[in-house]
């Protein structure tokens, strides 16, 4: 009974939206339920922005951002430097640190960090083309923003050693308590890095 | 530069997106990430099904359900009893129900429930297409199923002092404990209910 209340047309949208992360049956419900109220304001041009994203959408060979472009508009950016190339994880980080508009570099998307455990290895990552770019001169610092995590590190000590060779400055973000973190609620490693890297005021 | 990272097109996906109930701008981003991951088995049929979902899904002029056909299939279900009418607030109520699956009526949809301070009165509810049906004569039981909340029980108590003068049983939910439910964290009004309309093994 349940499967048939409302048309196999809306039971589908149900079950294609619940596979969206973060929303589950009863949110994809919801969800659904705010379209049919919201119509021609949101069910449509939503379709249609999907529609249109299907179709022109890319990923960038250069860097793996996603665009509308190949290569990516951050990479025909001709006022980045292309001298300072930011190695993030997913195009998330790189949407992240976009949005803190703190630099003007180009991006390194590797797609995920090495971990042996889930078969992921150097070569499911896109690690040969960072080689490549790098190789080719132009980039003078190479920034691995990876995650803080176990894997993320593993990652970037691994990618500091492949650089190491090839004379390009090889840094990567600072640890510390977060702004406006509280120190009661961080783990022993970080207090011990904020410590460790305490600056004079 | 936030705005500009990854084509407007995304943009666009990001801000319809993040207007579904549930999802926020930083899960709508996750969200299109995870779509462009899976462009061929996600993006692609979510796109065609909120198409065909905006070109075909229709409110049910009878009940206000929504499908593909008005009337809408419970409506049009000869199996079901005609002489039972659910009322309940929303569509999604009337799915909660029909997924459990503990009786084939007929239903009707209210659209909310009577809020005087948001402006919500009797017009702005199908009240009038509901006194419409009762007093067409099929009906034998009006099941008054809206929610427990203040709003929903005057709504629930303006309901039955108006269908009282026709002359047809009106009911309403139990209140008591919900099955699973830890007493610890119940209210007292449901305790008192619970305790009050307490039955013998």
Redesign the interface.
Known sequence: ??E????P??E??VQ??A?????GPR?A????????R??EE?????????????E??LTCTTCG?????DPC??CRDGRRDAGILVIVE???D??AL??A?LLAARYHVLGGVLSPLDGVGPNELNIASLMQRVSEGSVREAIIAVNATVDGQTTAHYLADLLAPLGVKTTRLAHGVPVGGELDYLDEGTLAAALERRTAF
Chains 1, 2 share one sequence.
């Open positions: 009974m349940a048939r209340i409302a048309g047309e809306i589908r949208l294609l939206l596979r969206l992360p973060g929303l949110s419900r919801r969800a659904v339920l705010h379209l049919m919201k119509r949101l069910l449509g041009p939503l379709g249609e922005a999907m529609r249109v994203a299907h022109r959408i951002n996603i665009d509308t472009s508009a951050i997913t195009v998330a790189l949407w976009e949005r508009g």
